[in-house]
């Protein structure tokens, strides 16, 4: 618990008090959902509450050998929830803090879409020549190991990826009523992609409806920066998360800590604008939280700083600016 409640002493304001029990939710396949929005939750948790789920990977678990085709899935990134937290408003902070992430299948997919990934034809960046055609790959997962490995198409070669699992989905609730696709990362979360939503990391989301209203899903056992072209290693997961509140804390976008560093993220296209929402989240939370004025904070930054692009290939494209906290004023 040393991260997590020194990640609340660290923005000076006391979470609330709750005791502790373990909540444990397996969801079926009707339950799934393909939208961040206000919905009827499928269970409740109290601050200081301990959540083990599941999730099912982004193709719904449906591609499971050579000759299944992207035609079978039937949405992207089905989301695990929404679970309501107790006591949560809106203008409160909501804290989750990443326990354990297990790949709960011997076996990750990883595809090529025609219309989508960073070097492919877009909506937004339409081209003369054809989409890049459908493939997909299959991994073999060594849980043991903890290894993938990816096999070429084309050839003979073989390699193996370390495991690193994180939820490539996680947000709330939009602001406003509003329902967002699960593909789309924004100021609530969602499709962020960022390999820190994974054991070791808090995260922190602004709640904007009551109860917040926590999905999740989109596992990924791991994946290069940026998500190239359009998946990770895809897999379901075993989760295992702790929900906390920051009362009164009202935040804007979603910002990550861990025991070196803390982390503002910015998603918005195009990625120059990604980063300056990030850069200037993390300005803001220096001066509001380390007592440095804003220049000099950016100032700071400009030298100490470090960038992380985690998604090139969504709706909006996502930047989590970071600062090690050694180079801060001590609290």
Request: with cysteine; aromatic share 10%.
């Amino acid at each position: 618990m040393k991260t997590f409640f020194a990640a609340l002493t660290a923005i000076g304001i006391a979470a609330t008090a709750s005791a502790q029990s373990v909540v444990r939710y397996d969801p079926a396949e009707k339950d799934l959902k393909f939208v961040y929005a206000t919905a009827p939750p499928v269970a409740t948790l109290e601050p200081g509450d301990t959540l083990e789920t599941r999730t099912v990977d982004a193709f719904g678990n449906v591609i499971q050998k050579p000759g299944d085709t992207m035609a079978m899935v039937k949405g992207d990134n089905p989301l695990t929830g929404p679970f309501f937290i107790a006591g949560a408003e809106p203008g409160d902070t909501l804290v989750v803090k990443i326990l354990e992430l297990t790949v709960d299948s011997t076996r990750g997919v990883g595809a090529l879409a025609p219309g989508f990934g960073a070097l492919n034809t877009t909506s937004y960046t339409p081209m003369l020549n054809r989409n890049l055609p459908e493939r997909i790959w299959f991994y073999d997962i060594d849980n043991r190991a903890q290894t993938a490995t990816y096999h070429a198409l084309d050839s003979n070669f073989s390699v193996r990826i370390p495991l690193q699992p994180f939820l490539g989905c996680i947000g709330v609730a939009p602001a406003g009523g509003e329902a967002r696709s699960s593909v789309v990362p924004a100021e609530f979360g969602g499709n962020m992609d960022a390999p820190e939503v994974r054991p070791g990391y808090t995260l922190y989301l602004p709640v904007n409806a009551p109860g917040a209203l926590l999905y999740f899903g989109d596992g990924h056992a791991a994946q290069g920066d940026g998500e190239v072209a359009g998946t990770a290693i895809e897999v379901p997961l075993r989760v295992r998360l702790q929900v906390n509140l920051i009362k009164g804390k009202k935040i804007a976008w979603p910002r990550f800590e861990n025991d070196a560093s803390i982390m503002a993220v910015g998603a918005y296209r195009p990625v120059d604008d990604a980063l300056r929402i990030a850069f200037t989240e993390l300005v803001g939370w220096i001066h509001a939280d380390y007592g440095l004025s804003e220049l000099d904070a950016y100032e700071l930054l400009s030298k100490v700083a470090t960038i992380h692009l985690v998604e090139m290939v969504d709706p909006n494209y996502v930047v989590i600016a970071g600062v090690e906290k050694r180079y801060l004023p001590k609290r």
